[in-house]
């Protein structure tokens, strides 16, 4: 399409405008995500939070770059990384961007063994069939990352153990979420490649 759009009048370059985007949305990788906390309780409670969907960043196509170069020492997922985020969020809420590239404030992260990724179906359920759909299920132990959990990513590409390395996939901003020694929380996320 075109590239210059300052001789054209108003009318033109909003149909323009309009084309670009419909242009954009129609081409290119689309991902999906959702994700959902399972917590037990010392005492034995469960809870089960509800699905929710999160934010998958634009650094996402510099991983699928990587991955179909085979490019030497990139891989795909690796690290799931939690974040206080701030206090402030508790009453004034903010969202993630696709633009972002790391936690506002990561307090931890824990590598994501590859048994702990499978394929789902359509319905949600694991199956060893290829698909376009994967779900991660972790779990996060009495001991690991306790403290206020407000924002969360999955991290690949040339992660490792460090803060703010590999390439973001996704970003989720969530309620306040206060992590304890007498708690463990199964975190699972999907991913659903269009």
């Known amino acids: 399409m075109y590239s210059d759009r300052k001789n054209f009048n108003g009318e033109e370059r909003s149909i323009m405008e309009i084309g670009l985007k419909l242009e954009q949305e129609n081409t290119g990788l689309k991902a999906i995500g959702e994700f959902q906390?399972?917590?037990?309780?010392?005492?034995?409670?469960?809870?089960?939070?509800?699905?929710?969907?999160?934010?998958?960043?634009?650094?996402?196509g510099k991983l699928v770059a990587c991955l179909f170069k085979a490019h030497s020492g990139y891989s795909g997922v690796q690290y799931w990384a939690i974040g206080s985020g701030l206090?402030?969020?508790?009453?004034?809420?903010?969202?993630?961007?696709?633009?972002?590239?790391?936690?506002?404030?990561?307090?931890?992260?824990?590598?994501?063994?590859?048994?702990?990724?499978?394929?789902?179906?359509?319905?949600?359920?694991?199956?060893?069939?290829?698909?376009n759909r994967i779900e991660i299920s972790l779990m996060f132990s009495e001991s690991d990352v306790n403290g206020k959990w407000r924002e969360f990513a999955i991290f690949g590409g040339n992660a490792t153990g460090t803060k703010d390395s590999g390439i973001m996939i996704n970003h989720k901003v969530h309620d306040i979420l206060t992590k304890t020694n007498n708690m463990t929380v199964e975190r699972k996320i999907r991913f659903t490649f269009n």
């Open 87 to 131: 206090d402030s969020w508790d009453n004034n809420p903010v969202n993630a961007t696709e633009n972002d590239v790391k936690l506002v404030n990561e307090i931890g992260r824990k590598t994501i063994p590859a048994g702990s990724i499978k394929f789902v179906d359509g319905n949600g359920n694991v199956t060893t069939s290829i698909t």
């Open 37 to 60: 906390d399972v917590i037990t309780y010392a005492n034995g409670e469960v809870e089960v939070r509800p699905w929710q969907t999160n934010v998958i960043v634009k650094d996402i």
